[in-house]
């Protein structure tokens, strides 16, 4: 932080703030609220909406408060007649060439443009109609793309970029042509995105929305012959209060409960299939740690996480040379999947034909995720409908039940149960956390030498984190171990794991386990999460995921009582031959271009 | 390896890998295509190691880049203020009348395409067009059909 | 010629420019900055910011790395000489770059030269050749090197043509920083029109003296117009500044002038009424050089079309009150035109420019309304009936 302070005023209140602040930031700390579309406390500054200028006396032009710093001596009007006749124009510019048919708009009630033309009033429509023609693109499972939504404020394209190094979304042409498109306007679902939904996150409009399935499900319930599962990922018990206007707030029992109201014949958990993935990943690299330390075979270190779909598809198209580095673990939700459609309906005496398995993920990768033909390890289409915790956010509304007055309730038995563990992976870091417990006291016998079982070096918000562990006194079938210093990192966000990547490709990192997480604060900060999203939000899903850890009486993934009854009864053991048939995958590489 | 690939290649590494370098490669590329090729923007897109919406945002902001393949001999005739009002219109009925096309596109041997352009910096003499990077002032219809006959008879 | 009109020749005169910067070259950044800031040169391109202030502020930054631009984007409509300039002395140009280079501690030069103008590009590179072998007998480190652009009017912005220099899209960008600042590649750039640059060469071989002598206390010395339209003089020329726009129409009219068009597409239309007291200048109207004349068998509405398809084409789309505010402008008359829309409707019309002046990014927008104001002012009836 600069020390030096610049003194100003605003509305002729003085304000004294650090060199280098917006005038829109020093506006807020005075608590004059100054409209903003294009800007956005994740992204750069872009200063292209023009809904936030200011006046500044003595300036013959209206500043652009999200891009301009202050300097000392300023004054500014943030409310002048002046300003207020140019917000209204630009807010009916943006209407001009917009498809307002708010009504039967998706983001209706959710959108900053709708919300600001209702705060300004912008009654009958001053300027005629320069809506383009445009089709919605909707080849992506995961993500619709409708033109006629968006205002170009290019929020979509600096998250694709900055936050996530991809690009997949650019500005394209100039002039009235300008929009926001891909690759010579391809389908979203032929380039280089990957589905994560960081975009849907951040769009003020429906110009990026996620594919809704709630019909689908609810006609899936409505149907008698049809036994319907759901499960809830781990990152979503801790935001779908959000979209009741109660916060980040742990709400696991409220959220068991409405699903249940909702008509799912069984309420279960990720969870359970995130301690298993701990199980088989754990050992995993174990094994290839042995394949490499004392079979000395060239097996692909460091081994890397793969339980979130965007970064699997990221892989695939950026670094697809690191393909086998990747853990074949398929992630929680499609370990869930075949389990429920083999060793559940077996339990429960269900044709699998006759099941539908739904999950409820924090994630719009995950919908494409699930249509992957890797994904049916079963024989059926191992999950069937993915919805985001905004679409349990709305089915939980269209029944009208009053979330904030449910009591809560347990998930069903089995395929409920889970750890401490589980419910970390929906924090960056959480994975690394849920592997180094287990596989630690695999090794040693002994309990991670962290205070109540808390690894803090792997928490935290930094984009790319680095930790190691000594090995000390190993069990003798381990002994291979005794003494290393098990190195691991962890990044979130694309743009992160970018970086690390290419420390991994040049040969400049030497870890043994890498965790990565395609959206920035891991799944708590999904693409599929409650909007709006900042770091604050972000910490405070993360804060109570440790939480509910905290709370749960085991804390461990190799504790889980159900998953040491399914591999006693089932699996027989981590990576055994069913686990190699149902739960473990290759991926492919696709064009980067 | 392609032809266009070749190029591509070869302008990367005469003019260097960084971001600035891309302009000189996609203009060296309309140079000698005529056009910026899908298969040519991905080219491009992979030596700068940058995305091919990047690219191909880029190019697209500039009128001079197309993404539609166009004929050997690019035709821009000018069609701002001064040259409206000195008779471009003319001009580019008459081409269109020897051309045997519309504004807008390519001869079916690929000779020629016809376009308009925003001001070529030729108020005092117009209309004016380009043919590719040569200049053709003070045009009238007789005179620019004259042009073209020029270039249809060379080879 | 008319003796209200003074004909200077200063920009194509041929001088010993290796002779000025050897001179220069002896002498300390502050003199040669002194003397600009004393001959009261302003930018030539349009804006007019004060060159010499430009330069200091440039000179005054701490960087490993400064960077020297001649803009010639010359791209608003009805201007032409920067064409001019460099096809007939391109040698002052480069030795202007070379002066400002040293007055601000530059060694790198670029020419962005509009792909309109490729047709150039062979004989300012053998210029530039020549001139860096002159360059080193002088023992003055500093090289040019030419980018161009592709057709986009709005790269001429200096910040749109930075990033078009960065290879982006033309964007302007957020100021501040300014150039000075944060130019190219992040470093401080003194950016100049190819004209003024040449201007700062004859102010440093004369001294400032001369210069300010010429024209206002607003508008100093001299500048080179771009003459167009309906005119039998149609051409390129230098004239001291502060005439009136009367005696110019008087010598480049067609004895029917009913408007001139002055400082291009982003400029503005005066109609015949007022053409005595408007003054050619800073203090009067303000011109790139661009002086379009249109006679009494012209239609307005046409004319006016004509600018605000070109903007609506030209402008980048980053900013709403450019992008969409085009559009309206295009739209609403053709809808007044063909009674769509009332005539009252041009007054709404006349508010949204005045927004699209006051909050637009860059001067792009900020002077779009221009041509549309003053043409609905002085011809409102052409545009309704």
């Given at each position: ?174 002039g009235k ?417 | ?62 009128t001079f ?9 690019i035709i821009r005739v000018c069609k701002t203020i001064t040259c409206h009002m000195k008779g471009k219109d003319g001009v580019i009925e008459a081409l269109e009348d020897t051309l045997?096309i519309k504004l807008g596109d ?7 395409s016809l376009l308009q352009a925003n001001c070529l910096g030729w108020c005092h003499k117009g209309p004016v067009m380009l043919i590719?990077?040569?200049v053709y002032p003070e045009l009238t219809p007789q005179s620019a059909v004259?042009i073209i ?7 | ?73 010359e791209g608003e409509p009805g201007t032409f000489k920067?064409r ?30 509009r792909g309109e103008y ?33 057709g986009a009017y709005v790269?001429g ?69 771009s003459v167009s339209g309906d005119t039998p003089k149609a051409g390129i ?15 480049f009219g067609d004895?029917d002038t009913k408007a001139v068009q002055i400082g291009g597409a982003s400029g503005f239309c005066v109609a ?15 011109t790139g050089g661009s002086m379009m004349l249109f006679n009494s068998t012209r239609s307005m509405f046409n004319i006016l079309n004509d600018y605000l398809e070109f903007f609506e084409e030209e402008s ?10 085009c559009q309206?402008l295009l739209k609403g008359i053709e809808?007044v035109k063909r ?25 792009l927008?900020?002077s779009a309304p221009n041509p549309f104001?003053s043409i609905i002012?002085n011809f409102?009836?052409e545009i309704?009936?």
């Amino acid at each position: 932080m600069s020390p030096y302070k610049v003194s100003l005023k605003i509305n002729n209140l003085s304000v004294s703030v650090d060199e280098g602040t917006t005038i829109l930031e020093a506006a807020r700390k005075l608590n004059f609220k100054i409209p903003t579309l294009c800007h956005h406390d994740d992204l750069c500054v872009a200063g292209n909406c023009r809904v936030c200028v200011v006046e500044q006396v003595g300036n013959r032009v209206l500043p652009a408060s999200c891009a301009t710093p202050v300097s000392e001596g300023m004054e500014i009007l943030t409310n002048s007649m002046k300003v207020r006749q140019a917000r209204k124009h630009i807010i009916e510019l943006l209407l001009s060439e917009h498809n307002a048919e708010c009504t039967i708009c998706y983001k209706n009630g959710n959108c900053e443009l709708q919300e600001l033309s209702n705060e300004y009033r912008t009654g009958n429509r001053m300027f005629l109609d320069v809506l383009k023609k445009s089709a919605v693109d909707i080849s992506s499972p995961s993500i619709e793309k409708d033109d006629s939504k968006c205002i170009r404020c290019q929020r979509c394209v600096r998250t694709c970029s900055q936050l996530q190094a991809v690009s997949a979304l650019g500005v394209i042409n100039k002039g009235k042509d300008m929009k926001i498109s891909t690759f010579l306007n391809k389908p979203m679902n032929d380039v280089v995105c990957t589905n994560c939904g960081q975009c849907v996150n951040r769009c003020p409009t429906a110009a990026l929305v996620e594919r809704n399935y709630i019909d689908q499900v609810f006609d899936a319930i409505y149907d008698p012959k049809k036994f319907v599962v759901v499960q809830t990922a781990p990152a979503t018990r801790v935001a779908i209060s959000e979209e009741f206007g109660m916060g980040p707030n742990r709400s696991t029992g409220k959220m068991v409960a409405a699903l249940r109201r909702l008509g799912f014949d069984k309420v279960l958990d990720t969870d359970f299939t995130a301690d298993l993935t701990i199980m088989e990943e754990g050992t995993e690299l174990l094994t290839r740690l042995k394949e490499a330390l004392v079979d000395g075979k060239n097996v692909a270190l460091p081994m890397m996480t793969s339980c979130s779909p965007g970064w699997i598809k990221f892989q695939e198209h950026i670094f697809p040379e690191l393909l086998d580095n990747l853990s074949t673990c398929k992630s929680p939700q499609q370990m869930f999947g075949p389990l429920a459609k083999t060793y559940y309906a077996e339990k429960i005496n269900k044709n699998p034909a006759d099941m539908v398995v739904v999950s409820i993920m924090p994630c719009t990768a995950k919908k494409y995720e699930a249509d992957r033909p890797e994904m049916r390890g079963s024989g059926y289409k191992d999950v069937d409908f993915v919805l985001t915790t905004r679409e349990m956010g709305m089915m939980i509304k269209q029944a009208g039940i009053d979330f904030e007055k449910l009591s809560d309730e347990k998930y069903d038995s089995i395929l409920g149960e889970s750890s401490g563990a589980a419910v970390i992976f929906g924090n960056t870091g959480g994975v690394m956390e849920a592997a180094i417990r287990t596989a630690y006291e695999i090794v040693t016998g002994r309990e991670v030498p962290f205070t109540n079982l808390n690894i803090k070096p792997v928490r935290g918000m930094e984009g790319i984190k680095e930790a190691s562990v000594k090995i000390k006194d190993v069990k003798p079938e381990w002994s291979f171990l005794e003494g290393v210093e098990l190195k691991v990192a962890i990044a979130h966000g694309l743009s992160n794991a970018k970086e690390l990547m290419t420390s991994v490709k040049n040969g400049t990192a030497n870890y043994h386990f890498i965790e990565v997480m395609g959206c920035p604060g891991g799944c708590i900060g999904g693409g599929g999460q409650p909007i709006p999203t900042n770091m604050e939000i972000r910490k405070k899903r993360a804060a109570a995921i440790y939480e509910e850890d905290e709370k749960m009486t085991i804390r461990k993934s190799h504790e889980n009582p159900e998953v040491q009854e399914v591999y006693a009864s089932f699996l027989h053991k981590p990576l055994g031959h069913r686990s190699h048939d149902l739960l473990h995958t290759h991926y492919t590489a696709k064009k980067r271009y | 390896m392609t032809k266009v690939e070749e190029l591509v290649k070869k302008q990367a590494e005469f003019h260097g890998y960084k971001r600035e370098s891309l302009m000189p490669i996609l203009q060296a590329v309309v140079r000698s295509e005529r056009f910026l090729s899908e298969e040519a923007m991905v080219a491009i897109a992979k030596e700068l190691d940058i995305s091919t919406a990047d690219v191909y945002g880029t190019a697209s902001f500039y009128t001079f880049m197309d993404t539609k393949p166009r004929g050997k001999n690019i035709i821009r005739v000018c069609k701002t203020i001064t040259c409206h009002m000195k008779g471009k219109d003319g001009v580019i009925e008459a081409l269109e009348d020897t051309l045997k096309i519309k504004l807008g596109d390519t001869t079916p041997d690929g000779k020629f395409s016809l376009l308009q352009a925003n001001c070529l910096g030729w108020c005092h003499k117009g209309p004016v067009m380009l043919i590719n990077d040569e200049v053709y002032p003070e045009l009238t219809p007789q005179s620019a059909v004259e042009i073209i006959q020029k270039y249809l008879k060379q080879k | 010629m008319d003796n209200k009109i003074k004909k200077v020749d200063l920009i194509f005169e041929n001088v010993d420019y290796l002779e000025v910067l050897e001179r220069s070259f002896k002498r300390s950044q502050d003199e040669i900055i002194l003397d600009i800031i004393d001959s009261g040169l302003r930018g030539r391109g349009g804006a007019g910011f004060p060159t010499g202030l430009k330069w200091k502020f440039a000179k005054n930054e701490e960087a490993e790395q400064k960077y020297v631009i001649c803009n010639a984007d010359e791209g608003e409509p009805g201007t032409f000489k920067d064409r001019e300039i460099l096809t007939q002395v391109p040698d002052k140009v480069l030795a202007g770059m070379a002066l400002c280079g040293k007055a601000t501690g530059a060694n790198e030069g670029y020419i962005y030269l509009r792909g309109e103008y490729n047709f150039l590009l062979p004989s300012l590179l053998s210029s530039i050749e020549k001139f860096h072998d002159q360059l080193k007998q002088l023992n003055f480190d500093f090289t040019i090197h030419i980018k161009s652009g592709s057709g986009a009017y709005v790269c001429g912005e200096e910040t749109a043509l930075m990033e078009s220099m960065e290879g982006k899209r033309g964007e302007p960008r957020n100021k501040p920083p300014f150039p000075t600042t944060a130019g190219y590649l992040g470093q401080p750039t003194s950016i100049n029109n190819v004209e003024t640059l040449v201007f700062a060469l004859m102010i440093a071989k004369e001294g400032p003296t001369k210069f300010k002598e010429m024209g206002t206390f607003d508008s100093r010395g001299s500048k080179v117009f771009s003459v167009s339209g309906d005119t039998p003089k149609a051409g390129i020329y230098e004239l001291e500044l502060g005439m009136s726009l009367e005696d110019f129409v008087n010598e480049f009219g067609d004895g029917d002038t009913k408007a001139v068009q002055i400082g291009g597409a982003s400029g503005f239309c005066v109609a015949r009424k007022h053409f005595k007291e408007t003054v050619i200048g800073f203090e009067g109207i303000p011109t790139g050089g661009s002086m379009m004349l249109f006679n009494s068998t012209r239609s307005m509405f046409n004319i006016l079309n004509d600018y605000l398809e070109f903007f609506e084409e030209e402008s980048c789309g980053q900013c709403t009150p450019c992008r969409v505010g085009c559009q309206q402008l295009l739209k609403g008359i053709e809808a007044v035109k063909r009674g769509i829309k009332p005539p009252s409707y041009l007054d709404e019309l006349q508010k949204l420019s005045e927004t699209m002046k006051l909050a637009s990014k860059c001067g792009l927008g900020q002077s779009a309304p221009n041509p549309f104001n003053s043409i609905i002012n002085n011809f409102r009836e052409e545009i309704i009936y």
